[in-house]
Structure formats: C-alpha cells, structure tokens
C-alpha cells in the first residue's frame, strides 16, 4: 500500500521561509523512480492550485504564483520530496499535499493524482 506523508508545515511571518517534506512509503527505489512527484495546494474557498513538479529525468515546472520562490526537489535514494519556500507571503497560506502520477500535468491540473497525501498547514501572517 502506497502512503505519502507529509511534514514540515507550520506558521511563519511574511518574507519567511518553510520547508516542507514529502516520504513515500510502499515504494521500492525503482518503482518511486519512475513517478512524477510534486505539490497542490488548496486553500479554504479556493480552487486547488498546482504549485510544481519535478519529473523522474529532474525537470522542474512551477505555478507563476511561485516561481523565483519555491524550490523543488526530490531524492531518490530515499523516496523523498522537498519544497523549499522562501519570501513567504499570505496569500501562501495553504494545505499543502504532495502528490505522485505518471504525468507531470496531471498533478498541475485539476484532476486527482494516483496518490496523494493527507496534507500539512502551512499559514503565513503579515
């Protein structure tokens, strides 16, 4: 069974940083290897948001929202995923969930991702 789980969320003042993990558990290295990873956000009354993606050849997309900001990252020795946020800002606030599929576009869009996390918090004061 395929479980990704988040960490790292948390509450900070505008302009400050988080850094958010995502370990996927019922993968081999092999099988993580072969997955899109990235992160959605959604805030309350919002729509879902996409906010990047890194691909298994490493090749990263972002939403406009957050490019020049956030960092993503991934490690495959250790079925792990990273955001690295920077220059918060409110409008940051969010839940947070990491996601894996075949397709990149697929986790940047509005459908849902074969697997997804139970989410972290993430709320930005200014």
């Known amino acids: 069974q395929v479980q990704l789980v988040e960490s790292g969320g948390g509450s900070v003042q505008a302009g400050g940083s988080l850094r958010l993990s995502c370990t996927v558990y019922?993968?081999?290295?092999?099988?993580?290897?072969?997955?899109?990873m990235g992160w959605w956000r959604q805030a309350p009354g919002k729509e879902r948001e996409g906010v990047a993606t890194?691909?298994?050849?490493?090749?990263?997309v972002y939403a406009d929202s957050v490019k020049g900001r956030f960092t993503i990252s991934r490690d495959n020795t250790k079925n792990t995923l990273f955001l690295q946020m920077t220059s918060l800002k409110p409008e940051d606030t969010a839940m947070y969930y990491c996601?894996?599929?075949?397709?990149?576009?697929?986790?940047?869009?509005?459908?849902?991702?074969?697997?997804w996390g139970q989410g972290t918090q993430v709320t930005v004061s200014s």
């Open positions: 996601a894996a599929d075949l397709s990149c576009p697929t986790i940047l869009s509005s459908r849902s991702p074969k697997y």
């Open positions: 019922g993968y081999t290295e092999y099988t993580y290897n072969t997955y899109c």
């Open positions: 890194v691909s298994v050849t490493y090749s990263t």
